[in-house]
Structure formats: structure tokens, C-alpha cells
């Protein structure tokens, strides 16, 4: 019997690497680039109604996943944007679950996966064009009143990718 915490964390929960350097950086860009296609590529041997499915009790379905990820990675490109723009900025903080529960996310999965492969193509350019300096910049979030940095952000969204493609992953293994 699978563990909740493994149900909950695939990958385990985030840890910022204590290694750092451009390889690294570059990797978790490369992950975050990725990301449309691998869920397209699991998507394919889903029927419509199996994106009900959840990957664990109580947990979200495939559908609620993707188009949490729209929302979420929506949420850290324009993050990503504010920090470049301004001087350590508090940004908005949004309750995921609480989005999780509006009518858009019992839609069909196909716009947020389009909004996804766009998302992600334009994001992973712009990370890939800026310079060292700028992965210092930094936001505070206002929940946790902590102030992160891009390079920190750039290691979460990899590891958000993981995560939820790894809930994904969960829901496709109970189909064979």
C-alpha cells in the first residue's frame, strides 16, 4: 500500500538544491520547457472521462491538475516579470484551491494545455535570455512574508513541473 505522503509528494516536497550553479539552472529551465509535452504524451492514453480520475483520495483530478498548472505557471511568469520590473515587489497571492473549485476547471483540458505549450515555449525563452544578475532579483510573497529569489523560483516551478506530472503519472499507472 502506497504511503499519503507519497500519494501527496511523488518526488518528495521542494528543497531548494544546495548545489547551485548555470547546469543546474539550465536543467530545471529544460524540465520547466518539457513540461507540455510529457503531459500531452501521457494525455494520449487517457480517454475524457478518466481526466476525473484522482491520483490519490481527496486530491485533485488530471483535469483540476492541468489546469492548475495553467494557473499556476501563468502566476510565476508574471511573478518572474514583477521582480525584473520592480524593486522587490509583494506580489498576489491566489488560493489554489479555491480556483481549483470555479466552473473553468471542469472544463475540457485542451485550451489550458494549448495555453500551457505557448506559456511554457515563451517562458523558458525568457529565462533562457537573462543574465546571471537578474536570477538575484527577488519578490516577497505575502503569505509567508519571505522574500525569494529567481533562482529559487526557477527550482520550485522544475520541481512543480515533477510534482504534478508525477500525480499525473499515478493516475496513468492505475489504468494498466
Known amino acids: 500500500m502506497i504511503d499519503i505522503e507519497e500519494l ?24 520547466i520547457a518539457q513540461l507540455p509535452e510529457q503531459i500531452k504524451n501521457i494525455l494520449k492514453s487517457f480517454n475524457k472521462d478518466q481526466l476525473d480520475l484522482t491520483y490519490r483520495e481527496g486530491g485533485w483530478s488530471v483535469r483540476q491538475v492541468i489546469h492548475h498548472l495553467a494557473d ?6 508574471i511573478r518572474f516579470k514583477w ?10 497571492a491566489y488560493n489554489e484551491n479555491d480556483w481549483s473549485t ?13 495555453l ?29 512574508n519571505k522574500t525569494i529569489n529567481l533562482n529559487e ?4 516551478y522544475a520541481w512543480h513541473s515533477r ?14
Open 163 to 176: 510534482h504534478h506530472l508525477g500525480h499525473i503519472q499515478i493516475v496513468e499507472k492505475q489504468l494498466t
Open 116 to 144: 500551457l505549450e505557448g506559456l511554457h515555449a515563451r517562458w523558458t525563452q525568457f529565462l533562457r535570455s537573462l543574465k546571471d544578475d537578474d536570477f538575484k532579483r527577488t519578490f516577497v510573497h505575502p503569505e509567508s
Open 153 to 156: 523560483m526557477v527550482a520550485l
Open 8 to 31: 501527496k509528494y511523488p518526488i518528495g516536497q521542494f528543497a531548494m538544491p544546495i548545489e547551485w550553479n548555470l547546469r543546474k539552472r539550465n536543467e530545471c529551465i529544460k524540465t
Open 72 to 77: 499556476s505557471h501563468m502566476n510565476s511568469y
Open 83 to 92: 521582480s525584473l520590473t520592480e524593486d522587490n515587489p509583494l506580489i498576489k
Open 102 to 114: 470555479l466552473s473553468d476547471y471542469s472544463f475540457d483540458v485542451e485550451s489550458s494545455l494549448i
